[in-house]
Nanobody
Framework: VQLQASGGGLVQAGGSLRLSCAASGRTFSIYAMGWFRQAPGKEREFVAGISRTGIPTYYADSVKGRFTISRDNPRNTVYLQMNSLKPEDTAVYYC??????????????WGQGTQVTVSS
């Protein structure tokens, strides 16, 4: 499986963006999927994860109630809808495929990142 993330950009605080991650290959549905992010000077952190079937989902406390992860298995795509964006959400966002854990995702495969910049 190869992962291709898109949808990043520049948005004002309070705005919204939707990230997409398209997977190649026929094995997309066997993986749990997730999003991570890495801000300058910081470690990469978990943002959201979703099981193979779409339930359950997990979120970092910092994004709960603002971000929603979803997946479309026939389209081999996972999404991250980001609302009420804050400047501290600024980071490079990475999609990943792996195994869902309680509260997170153990990544096995990474996509390239997409930059999200939130201006104040």
């Amino acid at each position: 499986v190869q992962l291709q993330a898109s949808g990043g950009g520049l948005v004002q605080a309070g705005g919204s963006l939707r990230l997409s991650c398209a997977a190649s290959g026929r094995t997309f549905s066997i993986y749990a999927m997730g999003w991570f992010r890495q801000a300058p000077g910081k470690e990469r952190e978990f943002v959201a994860g979703i099981s193979r079937t779409g339930i359950p989902t997990y979120y970092a406390d910092s994004v709960k109630g603002r971000f929603t992860i979803s997946r479309d298995n026939p389209r081999n795509t996972v999404y991250l809808q980001m609302n009420s964006l804050k400047p501290e959400d600024t980071a490079v966002y990475y999609c990943a495929a792996g195994s869902l854990r309680v509260g997170g995702l153990a990544p096995a495969l990474w996509g390239q990142g997409t930059q999200v910049t939130v201006s104040s």
